[in-house]
């Protein structure tokens, strides 16, 4: 079932996802040579709960943290760890789900820690049109799959794959709401948006082949084959006007 959001659900959610953007913003000074990821994951829950917003993903089906900080071929859930130095040439990926008043918003952003190779940068740019193509598909009337079929198209036209394991999602006041959004797929199939309707747009792209080992920790989901991996999301919400971004500032 895809929950139509009232205009108090859509408020709470437009504080929360502002408040993450803000905070992803600021914390862009703090990825440097040598901080720790568990560093890292602090400062974002200290600035999450300084603004009222509480770390969702902290106790989700016993996950410990904030946030998922996903290094290199790391594709998602990536837990912070004291041991996880950030050194030169690092990509970085930092997920994170805030809630206000009960209402979720859900956001990923990349990070370059000093210089990166330039597959990096190109990952990067390649992630985040895939993300910026599929938002300007988020309009009442087109379905689901619309939005999985220009992710796909953006992403393996510059010779990158997308990941088939995981997907966006609803989202209000719990993290995953219907429906699925698949990073791949023909356009036309699926359910048709409407307004009112909020999702999690995440697409999650791979050097080489897209298959992902989930490490014995039971989170952290690499590439098989030990390809670099982008991640970048945002929440979204439909309008009759077109989308409204919830988590940018
Ligand atoms: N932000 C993630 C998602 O989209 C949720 C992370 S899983 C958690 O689906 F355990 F960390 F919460
Ligand atoms: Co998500």
């Not at 602090?42 to 009222?52: A, D, L, N, V």
């Not at 943290?65 to 760890?81: E, F, K, Q, R, W």
């Not at 330039?118 to 993300?131: E, H, N």
């Not at 050097?207 to 979204?236: C, F, M, N, P, R």
């Amino acid at each position: 079932m895809i929950l139509i959001k009232n205009k108090i659900a859509i408020e709470n959610m437009r504080v929360a996802g502002k408040a993450l953007a803000q905070i992803l913003h600021e914390i862009k000074k703090e990825i440097n040579v040598g901080v720790s990821t568990l560093q890292i994951d602090f400062i974002i829950e200290q600035k999450m709960r300084k603004k009222g917003l509480i770390p969702v993903c902290k106790g989700y089906s016993g996950y410990k943290y904030a946030t998922c900080i996903s290094l290199n071929d790391v594709i998602v859930h990536g837990i912070p760890n004291k041991k996880v130095i950030l050194k030169s040439g690092d990509f970085v990926k930092i997920d994170v789900v805030g809630s206000y008043n009960g209402y979720c918003a859900d956001l990923t952003r990349y990070f370059f820690v000093e210089n990166v190779k330039g597959v990096v940068k190109k990952m990067a740019q390649t992630v985040q049109r895939a993300l910026d193509c599929a938002i300007n598909a988020a309009l009442p009337g087109n379905r689901v799959s619309d939005l999985s079929a220009c992710i796909q198209k953006e992403v393996e036209n510059r010779g990158f794959n997308v990941v088939r394991k995981f997907a966006g999602h609803g989202i209000g006041k719990s993290i995953h709401e219907g429906p699925e959004i698949p990073n791949y797929g023909n356009p036309g199939c699926g359910f048709v948006l409407k307004e009112g309707m909020t999702l999690a747009i995440e697409p999650m792209i791979t050097q080489h082949g897209y298959d992902v080992k989930i490490l014995e920790d039971g989170w952290t989901a690499k590439t098989a084959d030990g390809g670099l991996s982008a991640h970048v999301e945002d929440t979204v919400l439909i309008t009759e006007n077109g989308p409204e971004v919830l988590t940018r500032i």
